[in-house]
Structures are given as structure tokens and as C-alpha cells.
T-cell receptor, first 110, second 114 residues
Framework: EDQVTQSPEALRLQEGESSSLNCSYTVSGLRGLFWYRQDPGKGPEFLFTLYSAGEEKEKERLKATLTKKESFLHITAPKPEDSATYLCAVLNSGNTPPVFGKGTRLSVIA | DAGVIQSPRHEVTEMGQEVTLRCKPISGHDYLFWYRQTMMRGLELLIYFNNNVPIDDSGMPEDRFSAKMPNASFSTLKIQPSEPRDSAVYFC????????????FGPGTRLTVT
């Protein structure tokens, strides 16, 4: 059974304090790994898709990386508006929808 | 592009009542997903459709839950009868074909059953 574990569950950062969120997975044949951002009271918003180990994607202060066992979402010099829950989801080699992790709640304090 | 549209945004009902949640996917997307989100269990897939056909409903918790997609631009999730443990946020998402499964979510319906 595919499993996705995100850590930490919650993270509190000072503005400008860079850090990383982790998404570790066990899946039969990874076809893709997705990162989403979810603001309170809203639906998840798609950020990135990574397809193979070694791949990296960037958007503003966010950079997502992928290895064979895990993905990291690096946040460089975060701002309070980066506060949100970040979800990852993995897609296996079968024709089934992605499996989501429970997310990391990020708070960036000014 | 209006994105995925869900209605109502909030629903408060009494135990035993029927609840119907509605979703309009992004035009051109041929996959539609219904999710439930709670603090304890996170985001759970309930059912998904491809080209209006239900593909997998194994996530539907009980026979009290049913979903339909009569056409490419509309889907409903119905709970009858509703129970307090059904209280959650229900999301609809859609994606285009090609196996990429990059999903675009609606704003959700917050359901409270008293």
C-alpha cells in the first residue's frame, strides 16, 4: 500500500529564516510527486509536479526537490504570506489517483 | 477561467436530513474527484469519475453516500441520511487526461451536521 508521510506536522519560522519541509514516500513505481499549498478556508492550490529523482522546480521562494525516497520543499527567506499548509501527493505506476500526505502547517512570524 | 465551482460553501443541517453538494469542474477536464478533509484523517478520496463514469468509489464510507455525474460539467455528492460524524470539508477537484493527475480544487463545502 502506498504511503506518504510529511514532517514536521507544524513548523514555525521567523521571517527570513529558511527551512525545509519533508515528504517521504513508499510507492510501487513513482510516476510523479505533487506539492500543493492550502490556505485556511480554501482548497489546495497546485504548486509543482516532479517526475524523477534529481529533478528540481522553483517558484518564488519555494524550491522542490526529489530523491528516490523523499521530496523536500525548501523555503528561502520566507515571508508571513508563505504561511499555509503544504501538502504532497504521490502518483504510482498504476492508473489510480495520487495519495496525499497529511500536510505541514507552516507559520511565518514577522 | 472560473476554476472549479462548488456549492453551497457552507451547509448546516440536522442529523437525518439529506444533504446534496454540487460541483462544476473546469471545462475540458475529464477527471473529477470528490474528497473529504478532516483534521484527524487529512484529505481522503471518496470517489472519482473519468468521462462522467465512476471509476472507483471504494473511498465512499457507507451506502449513505452517493455521487453522480450526469454530464461533463456537473456532479453531485449526496448524503442521506446525514450523521454528525459526516461533518467535514468536502472538496471537488478536476484534472485533464494524460495521466498527469495535476488536480485543481474547488473552494470546498463546509458541512456541519448537528
Amino acid at each position: 500500500e502506498d504511503q506518504v508521510t510529511q514532517s514536521p506536522e507544524a513548523l514555525r519560522l521567523q521571517e527570513g529564516e529558511s527551512s525545509s519541509l519533508n515528504c517521504s514516500y513508499t510507492v510501487s513505481g513513482l510516476r510523479g510527486l505533487f506539492w500543493y499549498r492550502q490556505d485556511p478556508g480554501k482548497g489546495p492550490e497546485f504548486l509543482f509536479t516532479l517526475y524523477s529523482a534529481g529533478e528540481e522546480k522553483e517558484k518564488e521562494r519555494l524550491k522542490a526537490t526529489l530523491t528516490k525516497k523523499e521530496s523536500f520543499l525548501h523555503i528561502t527567506a520566507p515571508k508571513p504570506e508563505d504561511s499555509a499548509t503544504y501538502l504532497c501527493a504521490v502518483l504510482n505506476s498504476g492508473n489510480t489517483p495520487p495519495v496525499f500526505g497529511k500536510g505541514t502547517r507552516l507559520s511565518v512570524i514577522a | 477561467d472560473a476554476g472549479v465551482i462548488q456549492s453551497p460553501r457552507h451547509e448546516v443541517t440536522e442529523m437525518g436530513q439529506e444533504v446534496t453538494l454540487r460541483c462544476k469542474p473546469i471545462s475540458g477536464h475529464d477527471y473529477l474527484f470528490w474528497y473529504r478533509q478532516t483534521m484527524m484523517r487529512g484529505l481522503e478520496l471518496l470517489i472519482y469519475f473519468n468521462n462522467n463514469v465512476p471509476i472507483d468509489d471504494s473511498g465512499m464510507p457507507e451506502d449513505r453516500f452517493s455521487a453522480k455525474m450526469p454530464n461533463a460539467s456537473f456532479s453531485t455528492l449526496k448524503i442521506q441520511p446525514s450523521e454528525p460524524r459526516d461533518s467535514a470539508v468536502y472538496f471537488c477537484a478536476s484534472s485533464a487526461s494524460g495521466g498527469k493527475y495535476e488536480q485543481y480544487f474547488g473552494p470546498g463545502t463546509r458541512l456541519t451536521v448537528t
